[in-house]
């Protein structure tokens, strides 16, 4: 049976009013609506965002040895509250058994008619990483390791062949390789935690690696001025960094001048986010160490003297790029949209276009601050 279902709001690059006609969940007919179908001249419609980075939300740790499908299914309703519509559930440095069994767990749930498709696969950020201190970060050093294709195939079966991106440091031994295999298999490779050289660098983005982790972050407090793994990514125009904006990762110049080198084109916005979204400020224990969450939203490991991964929604991160970069709407928007899904090879959404699924947010803007006030997954409202 077909299913029709109009919106109407403000198209988020244009302004102008709007109205979709969604069919059987996907975009059927985009044309001009008049101001007063619109109604609400703040309201603005928008694909929904995507998250590639998503450690766990509202109190649920996709890494936590008590992963369930119900605690799944919460997770995707406060991301879905947030706007963000689609999203990477990301699992950090472990055990061996540990990331078999939570790979099983998270592939069984999305295959869940109630995701209606929010879940397009899985990021493994570790255990292949940079084992040198600040550049791991708040991975648990004793399980990083080297590069392991065997090792990584059980963990795609265990996925259900779903992990669609890995985050790797290329300068460890048997890396480029294992980049060259990745991205003949479909998988999307990031550089990330690493203190590669330039060379290492080039050669990894030669093998394919294609994006760069949290790109200012990751890495050591203290480097080299000039020789450092920072200045060979914002110089290669193959790779795409995404960033975490949330206004405690990356400092307002830092955004600009990456915005300005890179362009509005080849960037995306991550969240990062950990379990402590929607928690109180207090102390938690967090990838095996305590760490502290502010008011403010700040997650730091004072023991590591690191940050823990973000609090803050991936819209925090929308509103801070219009703020910093002066860029509009549509622009930041795309940075948490269209571009992930050109990123990560996601043909069907990211863009208000007929064809695509009908995964769309309504916005209200006052200044630069946003609020979802509705989100809709193949047409239907989450």
């Not at 330039?198 to 983005?205: N, P, Q, R």
């Amino acid at each position: 049976m077909t299913e029709i279902l109009a919106i109407d709001g403000l198209h988020y690059e244009t302004g102008k009013p709007v109205r979709i006609k969604i069919e059987n969940g996907f975009i059927r007919q985009i044309s001009d609506a008049h101001a007063e179908d619109v109604g609400d001249k703040d309201l603005y419609i928008a694909p929904g965002l995507i998250d590639n980075q998503v450690n766990g939300y509202q109190g649920v740790d996709f890494a936590a040895d008590r992963l369930s499908a119900d605690g799944i299914k919460r997770a995707a309703e406060a991301l879905w509250k947030d706007g963000v519509t689609t999203f990477v559930p990301t699992l950090v440095t472990g055990g061996h058994d540990d990331l078999i069994r939570n790979l099983k767990v998270l592939a069984k749930a999305r295959e869940d008619d109630f995701f209606m498709g929010s879940i397009p696969g899985f990021h493994l950020e570790g255990p292949y990483l940079s084992p040198e201190p600040g550049y791991c970060g708040c991975h648990p050093a004793q399980y990083l390791r080297k590069p392991s294709w065997k090792e990584f195939m059980e963990y795609q079966e265990a996925a259900g062949g779903k992990i669609i991106q890995v985050t790797v440091a290329p300068e460890l031994d048997g890396a480029i390789e294992f980049i060259r295999l990745c991205r003949e298999n479909g998988i999307v490779i990031a550089i990330g935690h690493t203190n590669a050289t330039a060379d290492e660098i080039s050669l990894a983005v030669e093998n394919g690696a294609r994006l760069s982790t949290h790109l200012g972050n990751g890495c050591a407090n203290l480097i080299d001025r000039r020789r450092n793994p920072l200045w060979p990514q914002l110089a290669n125009d193959r790779l795409t960094p995404s960033l975490i904006a949330d206004g405690h990762h990356l400092t307002p110049e830092e955004l600009r001048v990456f915005f300005k080198v890179k362009g509005p084109e080849n960037l995306i916005l991550t969240s990062d986010v950990n379990p402590l979204r929607g928690l109180p400020p207090g102390d938690y224990i967090y990838l095996g160490g305590k760490v502290i969450m502010t008011a403010e939203g700040l997650v730091m490991n004072p023991e590591l003297d690191c940050l823990a991964g973000a609090s803050l929604p991936l819209l925090k991160g929308v509103e801070n790029m219009m703020n910093h970069t002066g860029c509009g709407l549509g622009v930041a928007l795309n940075l948490a949209g269209r571009n992930v899904a050109w990123v990560l090879e996601m043909n069907d959404r990211g863009s208000l276009s007929e064809g695509k699924r009908a995964d769309l947010i309504l916005l209200e803007k006052h200044e630069n601050r946003l609020q979802v006030k509705k989100a809709y997954l193949r047409g239907v409202p989450v």
